[in-house]
């Protein structure tokens, strides 16, 4: 069965730092592109990140480039995201997402429960 | 990027009812498209890929169709539990924006 598990969120003070974990099992993991989505509270989704199967390739929403930073270990099966700089706007639920390709076009198959980062004094 | 327009941002309906929600993008992607449906405090779940796909698991009664710039999600007889919020996406490029979101909402 897949299963990610999103874990490190709580609460932090604007201009801190937080690292999110997702631990990834029931699949092969080296062998799929990840990605990061979030939604603050009361809205719509946002795509944050995207990384390679490989971690070669990474893409960035303009919001977080810069501050956000995604890798991966796939000897450990695991997924992060280290949030630098954070804004009150970076409150959300985020939320791991696997890739799937199918001719060429990536959606996301299977998510995470979601972990609540809150940025505030 | 590519910007994506949901209509209607809402809408009521009743059990049996055919819905239909419409997701336009800023430029042509192809069949680059696709369907979530987030219910309150859970993580979205995958509908349509590729414009026209239906995922595995996903009940028959949902379809999708479209390409280039204009995509349609329709439910044929609206279920109980089809009651959420639904979500469009592009994957055409980065970054893979979605739609700001359908809540359909028992009438």
């Known amino acids: 069965e897949v299963q990610l598990v999103e874990s490190g969120g709580g609460l932090v003070q604007p201009g801190g730092s937080l690292r999110l974990s997702c631990a990834a099992s029931?699949?092969?993991?080296?062998?799929?592109?990840m990605n990061w989505v979030r939604q603050a509270p009361g809205k719509g989704l946002e795509w944050v990140s995207h990384?390679?199967?490989?971690?070669?390739?990474?893409y960035y929403a303009d919001s977080v480039k810069g501050r956000f930073t995604i890798s991966r270990d796939n000897a450990k099966n695991s997924l992060y995201l280290q949030m630098n700089s954070l804004r009150a706007e970076d409150t959300a639920v985020y939320y791991c997402?696997?890739?799937?390709?199918?001719?060429?076009?990536?959606?996301?198959?299977?998510w995470g429960q979601g972990s609540l980062v809150t940025v505030s004094s | 990027d590519i910007q994506m327009t949901q209509s209607p941002s809402s809408l009521s309906a009743s059990v049996g009812d055919r819905v239909t929600i419409t997701c336009r993008a800023s430029?042509?992607?192809?069949?680059?498209l696709n369907w979530y449906q987030q219910k309150p405090g859970k993580a979205p779940k995958l509908l349509i890929y590729?414009?026209?796909s239906l995922q595995s698991g996903v009940p028959s009664r949902f379809s999708g169709s479209g390409s280039g710039t204009d995509f349609t999600l329709t439910i044929s007889s609206l279920q109980p539990e089809d009651f959420a919020t639904y979500y469009c996406?592009?994957?055409?490029?980065?970054?893979?924006?979605f739609g700001g979101g359908t809540r359909v909402e028992i009438k």
């Open positions: 997402a696997r890739v799937r390709v199918d001719r060429g076009v990536d959606y996301f198959d299977y």
């Open positions: 029931g699949f092969p993991f080296s062998s799929y592109k």
């Open positions: 990384i390679s199967s490989g971690g070669s390739n990474i």
């Open positions: 430029q042509s992607m192809s069949s680059y």
């Open positions: 590729a414009a026209s």
């Open positions: 996406q592009q994957s055409y490029s980065t970054p893979h924006t």
